[in-house]
């Protein structure tokens, strides 16, 4: 069965600092993998997805992610984190098929520090 | 940009009784989704739905949920008798036929007392 962890429930950065959000996944076949973002009182806004090609994949809102095969991980990056990224951000798996369902993270909720 | 919408944002419910939860996906989409989120817990996967037919279901979604698209612009979520335990967010999403990603609407916060 397919499954995803994020290790981090909380995160604290000061505005300006880099972040590193955790994600592991357990699938059996190849992954597609994602990084939703929900805001307070809003969706779950797409960033970035990895489905194959360059491991290192660039999203919206200046994100990014590794896809780190050997280590089952794909891990949420930005280089210098601003007040507006405060948010909860899910790490999602699934596969190619349309209509398949995703298999969530439990969330790692950001506060940035002004 | 083209956007899900969910309606109503918030439901307040009593216990046995049926609520329908709407949803507008993304225009030019055909395959469309239910997930819930109870409180502190994990997005879970309910269903999707394809050419209007179920074509995955979790182990969730039984026989007190039913899906249907009503016309050719909504989907919605029909739980018969609700229990305490469907109080959650119901995020309803959407996806191209060439595959995902899908895409999220803002969810409706079902309460039930």
């Known amino acids: 069965a397919q499954s995803v962890t994020q290790p981090d429930i909380h995160i604290t950065v000061s505005e300006g600092a880099s972040l590193e959000l955790r994600c592991n996944y357990s699938?059996?076949?190849?992954?597609?993998l994602f990084w939703y973002v929900q805001s307070p009182g809003q969706g779950l806004q797409l960033l970035l997805k990895?489905?194959?090609?360059?491991?290192l994949v660039q999203g919206i809102k200046g994100f990014e992610a590794e896809f780190k095969r050997s280590q089952s991980s794909f891990n949420l990056r930005k280089p210098s984190v601003h007040w507006s990224d405060a948010a909860e951000y899910f790490c999602?798996?699934?596969?190619?098929?349309?209509?398949?369902?995703?298999?969530f993270g439990g969330g790692t909720r950001l506060m940035v520090k002004p | 940009e083209p956007e899900v919408t969910q309606t109503p944002s918030h439901q307040v419910t009593q216990m046995g009784q049926e609520v329908i939860l709407r949803c507008v996906p993304i225009?030019?989409?055909?395959?469309f989704y239910w997930y819930r989120q109870i409180l502190g817990q994990k997005v879970e996967f309910l269903v999707s739905?394809?050419?209007?037919?179920?074509?995955?279901k979790s182990e969730i979604f039984d026989d007190q949920f039913s899906v249907e698209r009503p016309d050719g612009s909504n989907f919605t979520l029909k739980i018969r008798s609700t229990k305490l335990e469907d109080s959650a967010m119901y995020f309803c999403?959407?996806?191209?036929?060439?595959?995902?990603?899908?895409?999220f609407g803002p969810g409706t916060r079902l309460l039930v007392l």
């Open positions: 999403a959407s996806s191209a036929t060439s595959g995902p990603p899908q895409y």
């Open positions: 225009s030019n989409h055909l395959y």
């Open positions: 739905f394809y050419n209007n037919e179920i074509s995955e």
């Open positions: 990895y489905f194959s090609g360059d491991t």
């Open positions: 699938y059996g076949a190849t992954p597609y």
């Open positions: 999602a798996v699934g596969n190619n098929n349309a209509g398949n369902m995703l298999t």
